[in-house]
């Protein structure tokens, strides 16, 4: 299996893959909402503040991870949200997601940045290094439905501490109803 950066000629794909894998978990309104979610992500975010991995190959997409900046008013590090993590229905179990957030990980530290943080499944997460963050911890752009998946770590060799300052994440995620 081929993990890739960049969104290497799959564009157009993307979004539709996302419908596709959230619909069939989640049901029919949260694969349109990830269709939205990430076509807003392509669409309206500066390339210099959004990474894309995919696994597989154009015509074949397994997978799709994005990371976009989050910025801290008052912290110098540079901070990145890791949301969402998709992984095609029939190819789920193989460790493809474990693999994508891993090579997205890698690079991240590579890029330079400082710390990714994450909103999702601690159980899932936490295999992957996230710890969880209380939001006086770290501040997230919006108020949280479930304050239990809000996590984070570090990606340098330093120890993850506080982020200070409120956040603003890009304008595809600044949405509080997502939150």
Do not use: N
């Not at 960049?6 to 694969?31: C, H, K, M, N, W």
């Not at 976009?68 to 193989?94: I, K, N």
């Amino acid at each position: 299996m081929k993990l890739s950066s960049g969104l290497t000629g799959q564009e157009a794909a993307i979004p539709e893959f996302y419908r596709d894998v959230f619909a069939a978990s989640e049901g029919e309104a949260e694969g349109d909402a990830l269709f939205a979610l990430t076509q807003a992500l392509m669409d309206t975010t500066p390339p210099e503040d959004l990474f894309c991995v995919t696994a597989g190959e154009v015509g074949d997409l397994k997978g799709c991870i994005f990371f976009s900046r989050l910025f801290y008013e008052d912290d110098p590090r540079d901070v990145v949200l890791m949301s969402p993590v998709a992984v095609r229905t029939d190819c789920q179990g193989q460790g493809i997601g474990r693999k994508l957030i891993a090579y997205g990980l890698d690079l991240m530290r590579q890029t330079g940045l400082d710390v990714v943080v994450t909103y999702g499944d601690p159980a899932y997460y936490s295999k992957a290094g996230f710890q969880p963050m209380t939001v006086e911890f770290a501040s997230p752009p919006h108020a949280l439905s479930m304050p239990h998946g809000w996590q984070g770590q570090s990606l340098t060799k330093s120890d993850l501490t506080p982020l200070a300052g409120s956040s603003r994440c890009v304008s595809a995620f600044d949405v509080p109803e997502m939150w």
